[in-house]
């Protein structure tokens, strides 16, 4: 919003961060008192209704003062990133992670420590492992219904795993279905190898053929335990719950919003897929209400931030309503973000 004046951003300013801070529609009176432009109500009803014009606040009653949009959200974030100051020093934060030696422990703490600074719900996505590559698979015959998988990865990494059968395979049988996953899926990282297989064995047409059907069944089942899942923790449910109770509005809409966002926190993958496209972005991320590609967080905002320890990378942040106090969930998402990346290089 480059065009908008210095009066009407400051006015803007004023407007998000006082219905932020007491979750009422603005009146042109208050801004006018309280803006320190010396200008007087109508001028403020003026500058709103050009804001209003470019679709930054709106005006939910007739009578009622005006309230932010996504897009006066993302204005106001927007000048809080530009002025921000990077913290000179995480130490207090390091020592409230540093309670423990592992690295669940330590981002359990920092989902923690998020929530409570933050009074939202606080996130910690563990760094993502090492995409070790499939480069050969073999299907040896053992006594009765067994089968033997052994899976070579990149990195030299080599697993056997014996697998319990519906019928006795014949040697031809396995080592034709071995080719055929050799052929298929070798030169993809395990995860996307498990995930390609399991899409084919979704087809049915694929499962016409009973090589191609075993073959799947067999690789699917010597992948299962060899791709890490991703490890996410969450605090502060119950921060969430009580601020969205104590928003104005229809009480129907407010249960809406809560059983959509535990729905996503059951699910986690939901979750575990928003931060992972943070990950892709790296630095600090502020996604806003529609800004969200999922139409159940429309009503909600994220803040997040990467750290790594070198050599991986994982994601922090909170998840709170649009109307979050960013400020202070921008500066401990920050805070956190950086003691990780310091505390993780020593584990």
């Not at 801070?21 to 007087?40: I, K």
């Not at 927007?78 to 669940?104: C, F, K, Y």
């Not at 420590?113 to 719900?121: G, M, Q, T, V």
Request: charged share 25%; glycine share 6%.
């Amino acid at each position: 919003m480059t065009d908008l004046t210095e009066r009407q951003r400051r006015i803007l300013g004023r407007l998000v961060a006082e219905y932020i801070d007491q979750g009422e529609p603005v009146s042109s009176t208050w801004l006018a008192e309280h803006s320190e432009l010396g200008v007087s109500s109508a001028t403020v009803r003026n500058i709103l209704a050009r804001l209003e014009e470019h679709g930054l606040v709106h005006q939910p009653h007739t009578s009622a003062g005006r309230v932010p949009t996504d897009s006066g959200y993302r204005f106001y974030v927007d000048s809080l990133l530009e002025s921000r100051r990077r913290p000179r020093s995480t130490s207090e934060i390091e020592a409230r992670l540093r309670r423990h030696g592992t690295v669940d422990d330590l981002l359990e703490n920092a989902s923690q420590e998020l929530s409570r600074a933050s009074h939202h719900i606080g996130f910690a996505l563990a760094p993502a492992a090492p995409a070790a590559k499939l480069r050969h698979v073999d299907f040896a015959p053992l006594e009765g219904r067994r089968v033997l998988v052994i899976v070579v990865a990149s990195g030299g990494v080599v697993t056997h795993r014996v697998i319990e059968t519906d019928e006795r395979a014949e040697p031809e049988l396995l080592a034709a279905a071995a080719n055929y996953i050799n052929r298929e899926f070798v030169g993809l990282t395990l995860h996307e190898a498990r995930n390609a297989i399991v899409e084919q064995m979704r087809q049915e047409r694929i499962l016409y053929d009973a090589l191609m059907a075993r073959a799947l069944q067999l690789a699917r089942a010597g992948l299962d335990d060899l791709v890490p899942e991703e490890t996410l923790h969450v605090q502060g449910a119950s921060y969430l719950v009580d601020e969205l109770l104590g928003e104005p509005g229809e009480r129907d809409r407010t249960m809406e919003m809560l059983r959509a966002l535990l729905r996503i926190i059951e699910e986690k993958h939901q979750l575990i897929d928003l931060l992972s496209r943070c990950l892709e972005t790296g630095g600090l991320t502020v996604v806003i209400g529609s800004e969200h590609a999922s139409p159940d967080l429309h009503a909600f905002s994220l803040v997040a931030s990467t750290f790594s320890d070198g050599a991986k990378s994982g994601t922090v942040g909170v998840i709170g309503p649009t109307r979050m106090r960013y400020q202070r969930a921008i500066t401990v998402v920050d805070s956190v973000s950086q003691a990780l990346t310091q505390l993780s290089k020593g584990l």
